[in-house]
């Protein structure tokens, strides 16, 4: 199988000069996978290829999906790109050490992605929890706010270092993990059982606990064997606590009183 480089991944991306801009980033470092996520004016826009500046490639194959969800599917890894988040415990890494790691797993024949959010809001708690890892600038706290396509070319610099220097070898044998739509997968299925068991109380607290439930398991990157494992537990647990009702029911109704 072909390594692919890491596709990018643009959450509700504002500004088509923006688009551009992070187009021209990637054809820098040899990036050509790009995948847009609900853009604000649609797409295409015409602003977009003049500021690529002739790097015209990911413009000309950017896929445009409706939520980060169907935009990741495919891929077995995903990186957010973001500040670090105090709601969700996942692995933080500097953009030197997850080009590393993407350089390992393409090696490997897997799928990678760097997420990226929007101009002004930034990555949303809940697509967060979709990644397997995060990856954070080492920002000068005096002034945090930096450019979407800044943003992307210090990961694709960091991409592009990685071609001439190889990766460290630092990574342990382990199964492919699975790809985003099988998590996906796992994490509705699982949600709708303890949906069904009352888990999610008080129901203004399902949000956050649908998060930290998605990152908890995302950061165990499970292999397709793991994730099918996980998924009949969940469904052998499921069909127990019916035969636990359906005994209940019996013995509630043969003690009760003839009429």
Not at 125 to 136: F, K, S
Not at 231 to 251: E, F, I, Q, W, Y
Request: hydrophobic share 45%.
């Amino acid at each position: 199988m072909t390594a692919e480089p890491p596709c990018i991944i643009l959450d509700k991306p504002q500004m088509a000069a923006n688009i551009g801009a992070v187009a021209r980033a990637m054809a820098n470092f040899g990036l050509a996978d790009l995948r847009l996520v609900n853009p604000r004016d649609g797409w295409p826009q015409e602003r977009a290829w003049a500021t690529a500046s002739g790097a015209e490639w990911p413009l000309n194959a950017a896929r445009v999906y409706d939520s980060v969800e169907a935009a990741i599917a495919d891929l077995h890894l995903v990186y957010a790109t973001t500040a670090r988040p105090r709601e969700l415990q996942l692995p933080i890494l500097t953009p030197r050490a997850a080009a590393a790691e993407m350089l390992h797993e393409v090696g490997e024949g897997r799928r990678t992605g760097l997420l990226f959010g929007g101009e002004r809001a930034g990555l949303e708690t809940a697509d967060i929890a979709l990644c397997q890892a995060v990856v954070t600038l080492p920002i000068d706290p005096r002034f945090r706010s930096l450019n979407l396509a800044q943003a992307v070319i210090i990961l694709a610099y960091e991409w592009r270092m990685t071609q001439e220097t190889g990766a460290p070898a630092i990574f342990r044998d382990a199964p492919p993990p699975a790809e985003a739509s099988a998590m996906l997968g796992l994490y509705e299925h699982f949600e709708r059982e303890l949906e069904t068991a009352g888990f999610f109380h008080p129901p203004e607290k399902k949000p956050s606990m649908v998060q930290n439930l998605r990152a908890a398991l995302a950061r165990a990157r499970m292999s397709d064997q793991e994730v099918r494992t996980f998924r009949g537990v969940v469904t052998a647990l499921s069909r127990g606590r019916g035969r636990v009702l359906d005994k209940l029911a019996k013995a509630k109704a043969a003690t009760k009183p003839d009429s």
